[in-house]
Structure formats: structure tokens, C-alpha cells
């Protein structure tokens, strides 16, 4: 009797925890790394865009089989990039960014980031 009690309880705690881990892997919260979520550039119109966490999980669960459709052209010849944190700037690159007298900078505007 004391037995079958002990498997009833871990049986609760083993579909409590599968239970647990369904309702909260798939909410995918903006990170630390990541705070305005991922940086897109598109190679065709050049346009940047940036996407939630969630949302650039929902597109790589998809299996796509090319880059993130452009939200101007549609066209999927999209790149990861970064985005200039300046406030003049502010725009999408795919470059590395430069280093200029010994400050590393971003390679549109030539300013150094902060």
C-alpha cells in the first residue's frame, strides 16, 4: 500500500514537471543580449528590421529554408546585423565595426559606440 502511494506521487511530480516545462518553454522573453529583440537586414532593399525573441523562435521551428522574409519586399535574402545605438544613426549594418584611434565605432556613422 505504502508503495503504491509512493508511485502515485511520482508519477504527479513527473507529469506536474512535463506539464511545467510545455507551458513555459515556448515563452521566449526578450533577453539581457537582446533587449530590442534580433536585428534583420534585408541584401535586396537594404531595409533593417528588427523581430521579438519570440518571434525569430516561431520562424527557426518553422525548418525555413532561407533567411527571414523582409516585412517591405518580401524577399527571404535576409542576414542577421546589428543596429547603430546612437540616436543620429541608428541604422542596420552587416559590417564589423570599425576601430578608429584605438574606439570601436559604427561603420555608417564613424561615431564611437558607447
Known sequence: ???????????ALIASSVWLYRHFSGDQRQSQDFPEGAHWLCLKCNQGFSLSLKEVNRWANSEPAAGYPCPKCKAVETTRAKKCPLPGCGKFYVERNLVIDDKVCC????KPLP
Open 107 to 110: 561603420p555608417v556613422c564613424k
Open 1 to 11: 500500500m505504502k508503495q503504491a502511494g509512493s508511485i502515485a506521487i511520482a508519477i
